[in-house]
């Protein structure tokens, strides 16, 4: 895992310095890749290619990029891993002789590439990527992601040049950088609290969509080929409609048989390599089957907090004896917490919005001082119906849809009216842990149209960005407004592929990449393995989710390995005190961000919802730590990009 950078600049080059510009680029993302860097110019072209080393995989200086094939036609720059590099050496030793100058996956990768062509690399490669390649043949450059959007990759015009990179810090080095705010991404910040591909929070900026590429031409001025190499929804329409007729028994090896090869080759590192481990039931699978597979005990980690409330640590621990890892658990006190508050904006680059990314970082420089590569069980909710939301939602759906909607409307508001004590208890008795907290979610909800449209305003932080914001547009937004007709009536469908294209890469695979990369770890999620995707979406409902209990098969498969009372406990979540801290020790800080003054000066924000909302926090009269959180994190960004 690395970081990439670079630009393309077709104008005339008489005079100019290529390499100073690049350099700053890539030493903005040195943090990504503390082993080394590199650049490569193409000068007749004006293409320059930018690399920051994070050495995994032949630590030797023949893994150094950005790297040539041996016959001199195509450059590459890449980040991240391809974890079948094996299989795809053999098929280039298949077809003639090779003389390899080291063993790393990128050489294996750029002369498949110049073997077979990029378009069958991508469809062939299995691993988590992001990656600039130059063919100095046709004169065009490709940019591509990996399948679910483990990788990051911004690219955008910015004036005359294409600037393109890992992160956005990386682009606005560049002396051409001058973007613009994007009041669209603004808006769909608003709502989710993170700003979901293909926008980015700056104009002309783009993250390139997950399983897809984009190639550039020379001449072709700013219009850009776009394709998809793999589809998540049309593998999880492909496992809807052909199903696996197996036995609980049966279903539960073979699910454990596809879960080891994913971990077995994700294990595979010339560096020291570890697990984060909460205690729960994703992690704990994934270090099992590491351990499972281990000649020696696998370094696990996890985060433990003062507040019982918050702290899984103990459950972490008793998994880790059982399983007999060495275990290290790092434990947090508020300040070690707190001190993490000035580093986000800057380390996320956009505003962002997931108060977990607090404790992620942590851990993930916890980690880095024992290991450079971590495998993490992201990912095992939004493939095996983890969320308690899926079930809760559908109940909540088939109670109210058939009530109309005028009728749903005037209920929504009479629960405005109640008060929050009395919205707790009743949440429970359909599944809503803390109701008080989410009535204005619920009535947006209850007034919606259809199921999706609810299942939207239930995940919003702010349910209608347009009264937050001066110039309000939200603009469509694919992962949630083709509606996912494909998928039928079945909700819970519709709702864990939702998750899979937006909330999972845009929010969980962001909020992990950052951390970990600020302190130079790679972190691995082996849920996200093809193999393993596919296979969860052939499952039948039942073996998802059987009754209420969620991830049925995947219990199944931990079972095995670690006794139910370790781990069978309800879902907790990997947070933190936010809504206390706000009222306390970060209140002076929020306050500030918070002005009036400073809400209205830039034209973005109205500041009157937003301060009617921290008063009524502050005075404890209801808790609006996340949506709050949200704007805290876009005032805390601007402040730290316009100082």
């Known amino acids: 895992m690395c970081g990439i950078t670079g630009y393309w600049d077709q104008r005339e080059a008489r005079g100019r310095t290529w390499q100073e ?38 630590l030797s200086a023949a893994g150094t990029q950005p790297m040539r094939s041996a016959d001199g036609r195509w450059a590459l720059t890449y980040n991240g891993e391809f974890y079948n590099y094996r299989q795809l050496r053999a098929a280039v030793e298949a077809v003639g002789s090779v003389e390899w100058r080291g063993s790393s996956d990128t050489e294996v990768f750029v002369e498949y590439v110049s073997r077979f062509g990029p378009m069958s690399a991508l469809e062939a490669a299995s691993g988590m990527f992001a990656f600039a390649l130059w063919d100095s043949h046709t004169r065009t450059l490709l940019l591509a992601r990996d399948r679910l959007g483990e990788k990051p990759l911004y690219a955008g015009w910015s004036g005359d040049v294409l600037l393109f990179g890992s992160e956005l810090k990386a682009l606005a080095r560049h002396p051409s950088w001058n973007p613009t705010i994007d009041r669209g991404a603004l808006a769909l910040y608003t709502r989710f609290g993170y700003v979901p591909a293909p926008y980015s929070i700056w104009q002309g900026i783009e993250k390139v969509p997950a399983g897809t590429w984009v190639r550039f031409d020379a001449g072709a001025s700013r219009q850009a080929e776009r394709g998809t190499f793999w589809s998540a929804q049309q593998t999880m329409l492909a496992g809807l409609q052909s199903p696996l007729a197996l036995s609980d028994e049966a279903a539960t090896d073979a699910l454990e048989l596809v879960l080891r090869k994913a971990v077995a080759s994700q294990m595979e590192a010339d560096v020291p390599l570890g697990a984060f481990l909460s205690g729960g039931i994703d992690s704990s699978v994934i270090t099992a089957l590491m351990q499972a597979q281990s000649a020696r005990p696998v370094r696990s980690f996890s985060i433990g907090f003062g507040d019982q409330r918050w702290d899984e640590s103990p459950y972490a621990e008793a998994v880790a004896r059982h399983l007999g890892t060495a275990h290290t658990t790092i434990h947090c006190d508020g300040a070690s ?213 969620t991830k049925w098969l995947l219990r199944q498969v931990l079972s095995r390995h670690v006794p139910d009372v370790l781990w069978d406990r309800p879902k907790q979540g990997f947070g933190i005190p936010l809504a206390r801290w706000l009222r306390t020790d970060l209140r002076d800080w929020a306050e500030d961000l918070l002005d009036e003054e400073t809400l209205r000066a830039d034209g973005l924000l109205r500041p009157a919802p937003i301060r009617a909302a921290w008063a009524a926090h502050v005075a404890g009269r209801s808790n609006h730590h996340y949506g709050l959180w949200t704007i805290l994190m876009f005032q805390s960004w601007k402040r730290a990009w316009f100082a």
């Open 21 to 58: 510009p690049l350099r700053e680029m890539t030493d903005a993302i040195a943090h990504r890749g503390p082993d080394g860097a590199g650049v490569w110019v193409d000068h007749e072209a004006g293409v320059a290619l930018g690399h920051r080393r994070l050495a995994i995989l032949d």
């Open 337 to 549: 917490a707190l001190a993490v508050v000035p580093m986000l904006a800057r380390m996320y680059d956009e505003p962002f919005g997931d108060s977990s990314q607090i404790p992620t970082r942590l851990l993930a420089a916890l980690t880095r001082e024992h290991v450079t590569v971590a495998l993490s069980g992201d990912g095992g909710d939004e493939l095996f119906g983890g969320y308690n939301r899926y079930l809760a939602f559908a109940r909540q759906w088939d109670l109210v849809s058939s009530v109309p909607r005028p009728l749903r409307r005037f209920g929504g508001r009479a629960l405005r009216q109640l008060p929050e004590s009395l919205l707790n208890r009743l949440g429970a008795l359909v599944g809503i842990a803390n109701a008080g907290d989410k009535v204005t979610k619920v009535e947006a909800a209850l007034s919606a149209k259809t199921a999706d449209e609810a299942y939207r305003q239930l995940l919003s932080q702010w349910p209608d960005p347009a009264a937050l914001l001066q110039e309000p547009h939200e603009p469509p937004h694919a992962g949630w407004d083709e509606r996912w007709a494909e998928f039928g009536g079945d909700i819970v469908d519709r709702m864990m592929a939702t998750d899979l294209v937006t909330y999972l890469p845009d929010d969980i695979l962001t909020k992990v990449d950052r951390a970990a990369m600020s302190v130079g770890l790679e972190a691995r999620v082996p849920f996200l393995d093809p193999a393993v995707v596919a296979f969860a979406w052939q499952l039948p409902r039942t073996m998802r989710i059987r009754g209420r209990e």
